[in-house]
């Protein structure tokens, strides 16, 4: 057995020169990042320089399936999608679920790095290991749905794409890419930096098979952890009534975004208009990804009012959160269509939201007006509207070209005080709720992409089971895991996640599988074992939480390199410190600063971070990122000797 078998190849394209070509540069870094985001990441940071802008063609698209893609471990199915962060010039990443991750190793390639830009729409074709560079002028300006359908109905119905819409064409901040039309890679508008290059898809048909180190014991392994996911109580509640099940949990939290996170409670009649039940009756069937013991997705078709014969796969959590909370739409139909608009169009569903949730709320106290909204209505709950300005956005027209720059940039061109009204994270805009839990805000706000609770937030703090102190100590070092509403321990709790969130995305590994969602799962010890029989490698649980802790760092590196971010955009936005709960069991709750800077200097000083939130080169060449240990002190000596000269 070949460590490439494993790990698969890296592809390398050029679409300015229309080259491609093919390295094992996998088999050379697998020991410290993975692959993944890990690999991924290691790439953007050796091959930008602070001076390479988002939409440069030298900046890579950077595509890769976790070390453990293509196997039958539990929930190995993701892909991770990387490069700059178009909001803020730092740390770009995404993950998403699906088919195309476990063809691309089919094919034999573990990651794919994009570069240039195409003289024409293109699409990639990889069959296999042959690979073409293909004119998609006849797709540009499709669906995702539509490019999709083309490609399938050209390629065979087994082929796997990761598209872009109108929104990655038109360069909006929030496009994603969207693979197999559903399952977005959704973050930092990597959408944008795709369709910047004139690339519309990749697709992919795979039939080799990924053959593992050890199989009699990796066998043995994978055996007894789908019996540990499958018995899960958390599984069964995921498979049965999927992500939307948590909206209960959420508003006993009072973490719900209500009317634009004005408030974090909804009123229980209003919740029950979009709970699982009334979303069950739209429900066609439920799926799964390959390699899933839970199936927490589902499809879904309207057959009455405004939306009918609207169909396809949609709705989690966000959604609800997003579409309902956010804007006040207790109305399962408009959700359901709305989540399928985005996709369609390629754009990832928080940051719409929250763009038009700050147009609704300026609108509610008078900063907009219909003359600056093309005649609409920005009136709560107004699914109509809602409609409209996802198509705005997508296309640039009229006032969805503001809202295309995302609610930081959108506020600051309309002025008139509604930059308050603002809520992105690192200039992104933002989903979570940051009142409470404690923890949840801490991850959020630590993110390296800026914002969001899949680097580092414990969903473990809004768990329906109850888990003891003890086993809490045992599982993730910290007795006060499940106390939402304690700073105490918290720091320490999302330092583990950060850690095991980098795990997770470079062996490709849904987090629903493992204990990001419930004690009862997939352990790093669990991990550890699968990755050596898999690659004969004897790695312990500790070791494998070093490899997150070093892909952490050299994100963190890279943010203060390439953005300047430090300890002042790790502070949540205002509203959170400033306004409390209105609403609810945790009324009153809001975020004390003083308790919140304590999280910030013990999460710091865990990971060996300045209290300024800078790494310290000494950490850095700990974990052996000796490279970026002398990028940092250069440039701090450079910033000291800019001090001095002012001076």
Same mark, same amino acid.
């Given at each position: 057995?070949?460590?490439?078998?494993?790990?698969?190849?890296?592809?390398?394209?050029? /679409?300015?020169? +229309?080259?491609?070509?093919? =390295? @094992?540069?996998?088999?050379?870094?697998?020991?410290?990042? #993975? &692959?993944?985001?890990?690999?991924?990441?290691?790439? /953007?940071?050796? +091959?930008?320089?602070?001076? =390479? @802008?988002?939409?440069?063609?030298?900046?890579?698209?950077? #595509? &890769?399936?976790?070390?453990?893609v293509g196997t039958r471990a539990p929930g190995a199915v993701r892909l991770n999608v990387d490069s700059k962060n178009y909001f803020n010039n730092g740390v770009g990443s995404a993950n998403a679920a699906g088919e195309f991750a476990p063809a691309l190793k089919a094919a034999g390639f573990g990651n794919i790095i994009i570069k240039g830009r195409a003289n024409k729409p293109v699409f990639l074709w990889i069959e296999n290991e042959q690979v073409e560079i293909r004119d998609a002028?006849?797709?540009?300006?499709?669906?995702?749905?539509?490019?999709?359908?083309?490609?399938?109905?050209?390629?065979g119905r087994n082929v796997q794409v990761a598209s872009i819409g109108p929104a990655g064409e038109k360069l909006v901040r929030g496009a994603a890419v969207i693979v197999n039309k559903a399952r977005a890679a959704a973050k930092c508008g990597l959408g944008s930096i795709m369709g910047s290059k004139n690339l519309k898809a990749v697709a992919v048909k795979g039939t080799g098979e990924v053959e593992v180190a050890n199989p009699e014991k990796f066998n043995k392994l994978v055996k007894k952890a789908w019996k540990k996911v499958e018995k899960s109580r958390t599984t069964k509640r995921l498979h049965e009534l999927r992500t939307i099940s948590a909206m209960k949990r959420k508003n006993e939290l009072c973490s719900n975004p209500v009317k634009h996170f004005q408030n974090g409670y909804v009123e229980p009649e209003k919740l029950e208009k979009v709970s699982p039940e009334e979303f069950r009756k739209y429900e066609v069937k439920k799926l799964s990804c390959s390699s899933c013991p839970i199936g927490c997705r589902a499809y879904y078709k309207i057959n009455e009012g405004p939306y009918t014969g609207t169909e396809g796969e949609a709705v989690e959590a966000n959604s609800v959160a997003d579409f309902a909370s956010k804007l006040e739409i207790y109305y399962v139909p408009a959700v359901i269509k709305a989540h399928i608009l985005c996709n369609q169009y390629g754009i990832d569903i928080d940051t719409a939201a929250e763009s038009i949730a700050w147009a609704y709320e300026c609108y509610e106290k008078g900063i907009l007006t219909e003359k600056d909204t093309d005649g609409l209505k920005l009136v709560w709950g107004n699914h109509e509207t809602l409609m409209e300005l996802i198509r705005k956005i997508a296309f640039r027209e009229g006032f969805g070209n503001v809202l295309a720059e995302g609610v930081k940039r959108a506020a600051e061109?309309?002025?008139?005080?509604?930059?308050?009204?603002?809520?992105?994270?690192?200039?992104?805009?933002?989903?979570?709720?940051?009142?409470?839990?404690?923890?949840?805000?801490?991850?959020?706000?630590?993110?390296?992409?800026?914002?969001?609770?899949?680097?580092?937030?414990?969903?473990?703090?809004?768990?329906?089971?109850?888990?003891?102190?003890?086993?809490?100590?045992?599982?993730?070092?910290?007795?006060?895991?499940?106390?939402?509403?304690t700073y105490k321990g918290k720091a320490e709790l999302v330092a583990y996640h950060e850690k095991l969130h980098a795990v997770l995305n470079s062996l490709g590994i849904c987090f629903f599988s493992t204990v990001w969602y419930d004690v009862d799962l997939l352990t790093p010890q669990d991990l550890a074992d699968l990755v050596s029989a898999a690659l004969n490698w004897d790695i312990s649980s500790e070791e494998l939480m070093q490899i997150g802790e070093r892909i952490h760092n050299l994100e963190r590196t890279y943010n203060f390199l390439h953005a300047g971010f430090t300890r002042k955009d790790d502070y949540p936005p205002e509203r959170f410190f400033n306004e409390p709960i209105k609403s609810g069991p945790y009324k009153g709750e809001k975020l004390h600063r003083d308790k919140f800077d304590q999280m910030l200097d013990r999460n710091y000083k865990i990971h060996g971070w300045t209290l300024e939130g800078i790494p310290k080169p000494e950490t850095l060449r700990k974990l052996g990122l000796d490279f970026a240990a002398e990028d940092l002190e250069n440039a701090l000596k450079n910033k000291q000797d800019e001090m001095e000269v002012v001076v």
């Amino acid at each position: 057995m070949s460590l490439e078998n494993v790990l698969g190849k890296v592809l390398r394209v050029d /679409l300015g020169k +229309e080259k491609v070509y093919v =390295t @094992n540069e996998t088999v050379k870094y697998y020991r410290k990042f #993975l &692959g993944g985001r890990g690999l991924n990441q290691y790439f /953007l940071y050796r +091959e930008t320089t602070p001076q =390479t @802008n988002p939409l440069d063609p030298k900046n890579p698209l950077l #595509l &890769g399936a976790g070390t453990l893609v293509g196997t039958r471990a539990p929930g190995a199915v993701r892909l991770n999608v990387d490069s700059k962060n178009y909001f803020n010039n730092g740390v770009g990443s995404a993950n998403a679920a699906g088919e195309f991750a476990p063809a691309l190793k089919a094919a034999g390639f573990g990651n794919i790095i994009i570069k240039g830009r195409a003289n024409k729409p293109v699409f990639l074709w990889i069959e296999n290991e042959q690979v073409e560079i293909r004119d998609a002028t006849k797709l540009w300006g499709k669906t995702t749905w539509k490019t999709v359908d083309t490609l399938r109905k050209k390629l065979g119905r087994n082929v796997q794409v990761a598209s872009i819409g109108p929104a990655g064409e038109k360069l909006v901040r929030g496009a994603a890419v969207i693979v197999n039309k559903a399952r977005a890679a959704a973050k930092c508008g990597l959408g944008s930096i795709m369709g910047s290059k004139n690339l519309k898809a990749v697709a992919v048909k795979g039939t080799g098979e990924v053959e593992v180190a050890n199989p009699e014991k990796f066998n043995k392994l994978v055996k007894k952890a789908w019996k540990k996911v499958e018995k899960s109580r958390t599984t069964k509640r995921l498979h049965e009534l999927r992500t939307i099940s948590a909206m209960k949990r959420k508003n006993e939290l009072c973490s719900n975004p209500v009317k634009h996170f004005q408030n974090g409670y909804v009123e229980p009649e209003k919740l029950e208009k979009v709970s699982p039940e009334e979303f069950r009756k739209y429900e066609v069937k439920k799926l799964s990804c390959s390699s899933c013991p839970i199936g927490c997705r589902a499809y879904y078709k309207i057959n009455e009012g405004p939306y009918t014969g609207t169909e396809g796969e949609a709705v989690e959590a966000n959604s609800v959160a997003d579409f309902a909370s956010k804007l006040e739409i207790y109305y399962v139909p408009a959700v359901i269509k709305a989540h399928i608009l985005c996709n369609q169009y390629g754009i990832d569903i928080d940051t719409a939201a929250e763009s038009i949730a700050w147009a609704y709320e300026c609108y509610e106290k008078g900063i907009l007006t219909e003359k600056d909204t093309d005649g609409l209505k920005l009136v709560w709950g107004n699914h109509e509207t809602l409609m409209e300005l996802i198509r705005k956005i997508a296309f640039r027209e009229g006032f969805g070209n503001v809202l295309a720059e995302g609610v930081k940039r959108a506020a600051e061109k309309v002025g008139r005080k509604s930059q308050k009204y603002a809520i992105a994270m690192k200039k992104q805009d933002l989903y979570e709720t940051m009142r409470m839990p404690k923890g949840w805000a801490l991850g959020a706000a630590l993110s390296t992409r800026g914002g969001g609770h899949c680097s580092g937030s414990p969903i473990v703090e809004h768990t329906y089971e109850k888990i003891s102190p003890e086993t809490a100590l045992k599982i993730y070092g910290v007795a006060t895991a499940t106390n939402p509403s304690t700073y105490k321990g918290k720091a320490e709790l999302v330092a583990y996640h950060e850690k095991l969130h980098a795990v997770l995305n470079s062996l490709g590994i849904c987090f629903f599988s493992t204990v990001w969602y419930d004690v009862d799962l997939l352990t790093p010890q669990d991990l550890a074992d699968l990755v050596s029989a898999a690659l004969n490698w004897d790695i312990s649980s500790e070791e494998l939480m070093q490899i997150g802790e070093r892909i952490h760092n050299l994100e963190r590196t890279y943010n203060f390199l390439h953005a300047g971010f430090t300890r002042k955009d790790d502070y949540p936005p205002e509203r959170f410190f400033n306004e409390p709960i209105k609403s609810g069991p945790y009324k009153g709750e809001k975020l004390h600063r003083d308790k919140f800077d304590q999280m910030l200097d013990r999460n710091y000083k865990i990971h060996g971070w300045t209290l300024e939130g800078i790494p310290k080169p000494e950490t850095l060449r700990k974990l052996g990122l000796d490279f970026a240990a002398e990028d940092l002190e250069n440039a701090l000596k450079n910033k000291q000797d800019e001090m001095e000269v002012v001076v």
